[in-house]
């Protein structure tokens, strides 16, 4: 199956375009405010993809909200279109989580106790916890993240969702607030995730009860964000673990190394191999139609579009993306020839 970003015909021409090639540091304000005006204009009227209705309550998102956000290491910000709109975080929230679970229990526990490889199968998969003898596999699908929420310390589930609250709210830089009509719809059908929280419990690979753990999970993914909060939030991975805002340490710089690393592997679940191959970095996606990605060092792009693929990414995000890794320079893998070793 080819890719949306493919599908799109906005590659960007690597021969011609010398900004492809990562430079470590992003262009200026000037060039990144002109850069995100120029990209909402380029895709406002794509109307690919549609709106995710398994949850009935993200079935009424206006599909024509479209926002971008972009956020230096420096600590700017720049914006367009319905940056301010607050939707809910949804899967996004599992990188973040991980970072806080991993930041508590260390590198070697989480990757024991959870696992960081693809799966190769879609986000909320139980075929993949069979075919792994009861491994989650990855914190980026459903069932590596019902397994690292169950991991968030605390003595009570309201200690619990604290931990979990606290730490994105430290990541977005300000206080995050549960939605509870989308909390509220999505526990009403979320009997595929207790499913699956049920049987890692069965292969003990669940730290804590698989009611108890799935609400939790549940209520992080309901948390209300806005696309100037997950570029914020990605900006603090791409930062060392420092929020470029407030100046706070959120996590230690090797828990945004496994996180992205991690985000790399599964961040857009199936598509991940795609979306490295055209856009080159670590990026995370959420069905409300959210989706951050993280340039290490530089800062982090976040778009908000609802529509979605069949692998439950949002078509513009995707496509913004894309443009912009490629115009500001920001591919991973993308390199010239130092000027000594050319002939």
Same mark, same amino acid.
């Given at each position: 199956?080819?890719?949306?970003?493919?599908?799109? =015909?906005?590659?960007?021409?690597?021969?011609?375009?010398?900004?492809?090639?990562?430079?470590?540091?992003?262009?200026?304000?000037?060039?990144?405010?002109?850069?995100?005006?120029?990209?909402?204009?380029?895709?406002?009227?794509?109307?690919?993809?549609?709106?995710?209705?398994?949850?009935?309550?993200?079935?009424?998102?206006?599909?024509?909200?479209?926002?971008?956000?972009?956020?230096?290491?420096?600590?700017?910000?720049?914006?367009?279109?319905?940056?301010?709109?607050?939707?809910?975080?949804?899967?996004?929230?599992?990188?973040?989580?991980?970072?806080?679970?991993?930041?508590?229990?260390?590198?070697?526990?989480?990757?024991?106790?959870?696992?960081?490889?693809? #799966?190769?199968?879609?986000?909320?998969?139980?075929?993949?916890?069979?075919?792994?003898?009861?491994?989650?596999?990855?914190?980026?699908?459903?069932?590596?993240?019902?397994? !690292?929420?169950?991991?968030?310390? =605390?003595?009570?589930?309201?200690?619990?969702?604290?931990?979990?609250?606290?730490?994105?709210?430290?990541?977005?830089?300000?206080?995050?607030?549960?939605?509870?009509?989308?909390?509220?719809?999505? #526990?009403?059908?979320?009997?595929?995730?207790?499913?699956?929280?049920?049987?890692?419990?069965?292969?003990?690979?669940?730290?804590?009860?698989?009611?108890?753990? #799935?609400?939790?999970?549940?209520?992080?993914?309901?948390?209300?964000?806005?696309?100037?909060?997950?570029?914020?939030?990605?900006?603090?991975?791409?930062?060392?673990?420092?929020?470029?805002?407030?100046?706070?340490?959120?996590?230690?710089?090797?828990?945004?190394?496994?996180?992205?690393?991690?985000?790399?592997?599964?961040?857009?679940?199936?598509?991940?191999?795609?979306?490295?191959?055209?856009?080159?970095?670590?990026?995370?996606?959420?069905?409300?139609?959210?989706?951050?990605?993280?340039?290490?060092?530089?800062?982090?792009?976040?778009?908000?579009?609802?529509?979605?693929?069949?692998?439950?990414?949002?078509?513009?995000?995707?496509?913004?993306?894309?443009?912009?890794?490629?115009?500001?320079?920001?591919?991973?893998?993308?390199? !010239?020839?130092?000027?000594?070793?050319?002939?």
């Amino acid at each position: 199956m080819e890719s949306v970003i493919h599908d799109s =015909g906005d590659i960007v021409d690597a021969r011609t375009a010398q900004a492809a090639v990562s430079t470590g540091r992003l262009p200026a304000d000037r060039a990144v405010r002109a850069a995100l005006a120029r990209v909402h204009r380029r895709f406002q009227a794509d109307r690919g993809g549609r709106v995710a209705d398994y949850i009935p309550v993200l079935a009424e998102a206006d599909p024509e909200l479209f926002g971008i956000a972009l956020a230096h290491v420096g600590g700017s910000v720049h914006a367009v279109g319905d940056a301010d709109h607050l939707f809910s975080i949804q899967s996004v929230s599992k990188a973040f989580v991980f970072a806080l679970v991993d930041q508590e229990l260390g590198h070697h526990a989480v990757r024991r106790r959870v696992g960081v490889n693809s #799966t190769g199968l879609p986000f909320n998969s139980v075929l993949a916890v069979e075919l792994n003898h009861g491994s989650p596999m990855n914190p980026m699908v459903n069932a590596g993240a019902l397994a !690292t929420t169950a991991l968030a310390p =605390g003595g009570s589930a309201e200690e619990r969702w604290e931990f979990v609250r606290r730490g994105l709210s430290r990541f977005a830089g300000r206080e995050l607030a549960l939605d509870e009509r989308v909390y509220a719809s999505e #526990t009403a059908t979320n009997q595929r995730n207790e499913s699956i929280a049920r049987l890692l419990d069965s292969y003990g690979a669940l730290a804590r009860d698989p009611v108890a753990t #799935t609400d939790l999970y549940t209520r992080q993914c309901s948390l209300a964000v806005c696309v100037r909060d997950l570029a914020v939030m990605g900006a603090t991975l791409a930062n060392g673990g420092v929020n470029p805002l407030t100046g706070e340490r959120v996590v230690d710089a090797e828990v945004c190394r496994d996180t992205l690393a991690a985000l790399a592997t599964a961040g857009l679940y199936e598509r991940s191999g795609d979306w490295l191959y055209e856009v080159g970095m670590p990026g995370k996606s959420g069905v409300s139609g959210g989706i951050v990605t993280v340039a290490p060092g530089k800062g982090s792009i976040a778009v908000f579009s609802p529509r979605l693929d069949g692998a439950g990414n949002s078509v513009r995000g995707q496509r913004v993306t894309h443009y912009l890794s490629g115009a500001l320079g920001l591919n991973l893998f993308a390199s !010239t020839a130092h000027p000594q070793s050319a002939r």
